[in-house]
């Protein structure tokens, strides 16, 4: 009888120039089973992840080896079914992570998906980010929120999340490498993708929406629901009606006109706290030298990144999409407002490193005059937004800047210092011209930041206005069970736009749950 198979899990280090040297893997894999590396069979990494802390840094792995060859997975795409005909249809208002990765959800549930976007389609996309980038032309339904892939797709690509309980992240990870993705996602600690590389995936996951009987419409502009008595019967697009068995809305974090179109139709929405505040902007090698303890870094050490948070008066402040070796994009998506937004490429070899640094905005720290509705949250961002538009004395996307350190002291700057973001900087007090509370709130939230990373705090470092689309101002409520709207039958708010997640795999583990959550239904209701 032949000896069963023998497996076993190691967790070994590797130094900075063993990290791809497969001999060096198999030595330290077998030193630590004590077995001759001759005879250690097969191996494959788990998990990767970087010890900056250690100096020189170094990468922890964890391997499985095992005497017979592993098993190659099954294709997740492989349980897509043909839905062309299929008696059940959902409306995926969205195509972001939530709405596609819901859409694919539906292949599983042999449901058909009918994805309506108000953009368009990540190749048609491109000339409206020219034009908002170098003439100032903000696309109300095709910017850098609005349009294929959502948000994500013009973003870092980053796929770190805590969100385990929401569903299973690595069939999130399976079906973007499916989909062309490196399959180094699979086991980084903090995977991402880029923004160079985001666009091809999320056209092939379109494409396999499409081969499989789903339907996906660019251009499509939904203005309004077909609800009957209680129950959501479709959505009205381009003056059209498009009906379906539920509607899934995942319209992402910035379509404000589906919020005032809930409040009109008397379908409840809610405040949520949401945050506001800049972008910050250093010199990369400095971040590199400041985590990693080297000004140039080794080759295969990747951008150093942070993660900084503070309490301010029971307040929070902290990073948020910090881009190592990234840019500032403007992130507008409508004429005459200010808001910035952070990316990298895939290789993050920008010479910037620039993080979103942000303070919560609880109910309470909305001004009256902005109302004291659902709504007021949405009112006052889009306040701060336009302010900070109307102070650059330009029709154009060229933001207003400050020295960091002269941010802190309340003293103008000078000068703008050298930047990623395109459409260009202009100096401005924003120490005075955010509001009083939000600026305080990141003055010392910057001092103590340097206080736990010393030298974060520079003159070589700048902030930019406004990073204000951190999540959405508004929550649209959902039974916790069955994931429908409380007051609206077979209406399902999804992900970001909705109030429930924050980046994209937790919007693609939305969507799937929704899904998921709608197949139980049509299975008991026969």
Same mark, same amino acid.
């Given at each position: 009888m032949p000896a069963s198979p023998e497996r076993k899990t190691v967790q070994i280090s590797l130094s900075l120039e063993q990290l791809y040297n497969e001999d060096?893997?198999? %030595?330290?894999?077998?030193? /630590?089973?004590?077995?001759?590396? %001759?005879?250690?069979? /097969?191996?494959?990494?788990?998990?990767?992840?970087?010890?900056?802390?250690?100096?020189?840094?170094?990468?922890?792995?964890?391997?499985? $080896?095992? =005497?017979?060859?592993?098993?190659?997975? =099954?294709?997740?795409?492989?349980?897509?079914?043909?839905?062309? /005909?299929?008696? +059940?249809? #959902?409306?995926?208002?969205?195509?972001?992570?939530?709405?596609?990765?819901?859409?694919?959800?539906? &292949?599983?549930?042999?449901? +058909?998906?009918?994805?309506?976007?108000?953009?368009? *389609?990540?190749?048609?996309?491109? %000339?409206?980010?020219?034009?908002? @980038?170098?003439?100032?032309?903000?696309?109300?339904h095709s910017n850098y929120c609005f349009g294929e892939g959502g948000a994500g797709t013009y973003s870092d690509g980053k796929l770190y999340t805590r969100s385990h309980k929401r569903g299973n992240i690595d069939s999130v990870l399976r079906l973007l490498v499916e989909h062309g993705a490196h399959s180094d996602i699979l086991v980084d600690a903090h995977p991402h993708i880029g923004s160079n590389k985001l666009p091809k995936v999320v056209s092939s996951i379109r494409e396999s929406i499409e081969r499989f009987g789903g339907e996906v419409h660019f251009g499509a502009h939904v203005t309004d629901f077909l609800?009957?008595? *209680? =129950?959501?019967?479709?959505?009205?697009?381009?003056?059209e009606t498009v009906v379906g068995d539920v509607v899934v809305l995942a319209t992402g974090h910035s379509a404000r006109d589906i919020y005032d179109l809930l409040q009109r139709r008397n379908i409840l929405v809610e405040f949520k706290p949401f945050a506001l505040g800049v972008r910050v902007e250093h010199p990369q090698p400095l971040i590199d030298e400041l985590q990693y303890g080297q000004r140039h870094r080794h080759?295969?050490?990747?951008?150093?990144?942070?993660?900084?948070?503070?309490?301010?008066?029971?307040?929070?402040?902290?990073?948020?999409?910090?881009?190592?070796?990234?840019?500032?994009?403007?992130?507008? =998506?409508?004429?005459?407002?200010?808001?910035?937004?952070?990316?990298?490429?895939?290789?993050?070899?920008?010479?910037?490193?620039?993080?979103?640094?942000?303070?919560?905005?609880?109910? $309470?720290?909305?001004?009256?005059?902005?109302?004291?509705?659902? &709504?007021?949250? &949405?009112?006052? @961002? @889009?306040?701060?937004?336009?302010?900070?538009f109307a102070n650059n004395n330009s029709e154009k996307q060229v933001a207003p800047s400050q020295n960091l350190e002269d941010f802190v002291r309340g003293k103008d700057s000078a000068s703008v210092l050298p930047t990623s973001y395109i459409p260009g900087l202009h100096t401005a007090p924003l120490h005075s011209l955010l509001p009083q509370d939000i600026a305080l709130a990141l003055q010392e939230g910057f001092k103590q930041f340097d206080r736990k990373m010393k030298g974060f705090l520079t003159s070589e470092a700048q902030i930019v206005a406004t990073e204000s689309r951190t999540s959405?101002?508004?929550?649209?409520?959902?039974?916790?069970?069955? &994931?429908? $709207?409380? $007051?609206?039958?077979?209406?399902?708010?999804?992900?970001?736009?909705?109030?429930?997640?924050?980046?994209?795999?937790? #919007?693609?583990? *939305?969507? @799937?749950?929704?899904?998921?959550?709608?197949?139980?239904?049509?299975?008991?209701?026969?």
């Open positions: 060096a893997l198999r %030595k330290k894999v077998a030193r /630590h089973v004590r077995i001759p590396v %001759k005879h250690l069979g /097969h191996t494959r990494i788990i998990s990767r992840s970087l010890d900056a802390r250690s100096r020189p840094p170094k990468f922890r792995l964890r391997v499985e $080896h095992s =005497t017979v060859p592993f098993d190659a997975d =099954t294709p997740l795409m492989s349980a897509f079914q043909d839905v062309s /005909h299929a008696p +059940k249809k #959902a409306v995926i208002v969205g195509a972001g992570p939530a709405g596609y990765f819901a859409a694919l959800e539906c &292949l599983m549930h042999g449901i +058909k998906p009918i994805v309506l976007d108000r953009g368009f *389609d990540v190749r048609t996309r491109r %000339k409206d980010l020219r034009a908002i @980038q170098q003439e100032g032309v903000v696309h109300p609800v009957e008595g *209680d =129950t959501c019967k479709g959505v009205v697009c381009n003056g080759e295969h050490l990747p951008a150093a990144s942070y993660r900084l948070v503070a309490q301010v008066q029971e307040r929070g402040v902290y990073s948020f999409c910090m881009c190592p070796g990234g840019l500032i994009v403007p992130a507008a =998506t409508a004429p005459g407002e200010l808001v910035t937004n952070g990316m990298s490429m895939s290789r993050r070899d920008s010479p910037f490193a620039n993080s979103g640094i942000v303070t919560e905005i609880q109910e $309470h720290h909305i001004p009256r005059e902005f109302g004291n509705d659902a &709504l007021a949250g &949405l009112r006052y @961002q @889009q306040h701060i937004e336009q302010t900070m959405s101002p508004v929550r649209i409520p959902r039974d916790p069970e069955t &994931l429908e $709207h409380t $007051h609206v039958k077979g209406l399902y708010p999804c992900a970001e736009g909705a109030g429930y997640a924050g980046g994209i795999v937790s #919007a693609a583990l *939305d969507g @799937q749950r929704v899904i998921r959550c709608i197949a139980r239904a049509f299975s008991t209701s026969h």
